[in-house]
């Protein structure tokens, strides 16, 4: 019988011990407890919660009129008038992102005018008032020439709000109005009070062939651009108040047989309210 050599046998030995123990190393690992994991929470949700608020816009138009208007009446002239009137309206605001919004709005925009010049004229048609002993239908007297313009806008206006800061925004528009009203009166009054005219019997009168006229070729639409600036004061969670400040810009005549415009700085004050 052959004998192996003992230098033979203790490599087998090695190996065989070696293959025992790889089952028992797979069965450890397969029992042992898998370690604990807590998922981190986000600080920020995305995307960030849409916000739409409701707007209501009440303020005060202080207009300029420039150009050249000639109404329906002798030696009249409406040059360069200035005046004030209500604006008031809806808006409804979305915010995009924290520095963008834009915004609808709905504007009813009084941009009446008043025009007055003062003139030392030769009157016909005049007479002293009441207690005066001298009579006279002829006199020289200083006299004073208005044209009122009533001329009122409903306007459409897409806003565009850029926010530098966290509530103070700048704002640029173009604006697309319709005409409501679009009259004018020309009215001449006597600055002397001792006389009155015969016609009426008082210092003013009328010119023109009635007291009321339309202004002719109203431009429709009237277009513009408008710029202005704001800051939201948070009264609550769900409601601001923003005073705001805008120029407005005429693109187009009021006439488009005159060369006549008018130009407007708005001040409002505007309440907004969360949807």
Request: proline share 8%; net charge negative; with cysteine.
């Given at each position: 019988m052959r004998r192996h050599s003992p230098v033979l046998l203790a490599p087998l030995a090695l190996l065989l011990l070696l293959l025992s123990g790889v089952p028992a190393r797979a069965q450890f690992r397969a029992d042992a407890a898998a370690p604990s994991f807590t998922p981190v929470q986000p600080d920020v949700l995305y995307p960030a919660p849409r916000i739409w608020r409701l707007g209501l816009i009440l303020g005060m138009g202080l207009n300029s009129h420039g150009g050249d208007f000639i109404p329906e009446c002798d030696e009249c002239r409406f040059t360069d008038g200035s005046g004030s009137g209500i604006v008031g309206g809806l808006q409804l605001e979305h915010m995009i992102s924290p520095s963008i919004g834009i915004a609808l709005r709905g504007l009813y925009e009084d941009q009446r005018a008043e025009y007055s010049t003062i003139m030392l004229k030769v009157r016909r048609g005049v007479m002293a008032g009441p207690g005066d002993p001298s009579g006279a239908d002829t006199a020289v007297i200083d006299v004073e020439r208005i044209m009122n313009v009533d001329l009122v806008y409903f306007t459409i206006a897409p806003v565009l709000?850029?926010?530098?800061?966290?509530?103070?925004?700048?704002?640029?528009?173009?604006?697309?109005?319709?005409?409501?009203?679009?009259?004018?009166?020309?009215?001449?009054?006597l600055l002397d009070d001792r006389f009155v005219f015969m016609a009426t019997g008082t210092n003013e009168k009328s010119l023109g062939t009635k007291d009321v006229f339309d202004i002719p070729d109203v431009t429709t639409p009237r277009i513009d651009v408008r710029a202005g600036i704001g800051y939201n004061l948070r009264l609550s969670p769900g409601v601001m108040f923003t005073p705001e400040v805008s120029y407005v810009y005429p693109l187009t005549n009021i006439s488009s047989d005159d060369n006549w415009s008018a130009s407007s700085i708005h001040v409002l004050a505007i309440l907004k309210f969360r949807l």
């Amino acid at each position: 019988m052959r004998r192996h050599s003992p230098v033979l046998l203790a490599p087998l030995a090695l190996l065989l011990l070696l293959l025992s123990g790889v089952p028992a190393r797979a069965q450890f690992r397969a029992d042992a407890a898998a370690p604990s994991f807590t998922p981190v929470q986000p600080d920020v949700l995305y995307p960030a919660p849409r916000i739409w608020r409701l707007g209501l816009i009440l303020g005060m138009g202080l207009n300029s009129h420039g150009g050249d208007f000639i109404p329906e009446c002798d030696e009249c002239r409406f040059t360069d008038g200035s005046g004030s009137g209500i604006v008031g309206g809806l808006q409804l605001e979305h915010m995009i992102s924290p520095s963008i919004g834009i915004a609808l709005r709905g504007l009813y925009e009084d941009q009446r005018a008043e025009y007055s010049t003062i003139m030392l004229k030769v009157r016909r048609g005049v007479m002293a008032g009441p207690g005066d002993p001298s009579g006279a239908d002829t006199a020289v007297i200083d006299v004073e020439r208005i044209m009122n313009v009533d001329l009122v806008y409903f306007t459409i206006a897409p806003v565009l709000e850029l926010y530098p800061l966290r509530d103070l925004y700048v704002s640029i528009s173009p604006g697309i109005g319709i005409p409501v009203k679009n009259s004018y009166r020309t009215v001449e009054r006597l600055l002397d009070d001792r006389f009155v005219f015969m016609a009426t019997g008082t210092n003013e009168k009328s010119l023109g062939t009635k007291d009321v006229f339309d202004i002719p070729d109203v431009t429709t639409p009237r277009i513009d651009v408008r710029a202005g600036i704001g800051y939201n004061l948070r009264l609550s969670p769900g409601v601001m108040f923003t005073p705001e400040v805008s120029y407005v810009y005429p693109l187009t005549n009021i006439s488009s047989d005159d060369n006549w415009s008018a130009s407007s700085i708005h001040v409002l004050a505007i309440l907004k309210f969360r949807l």
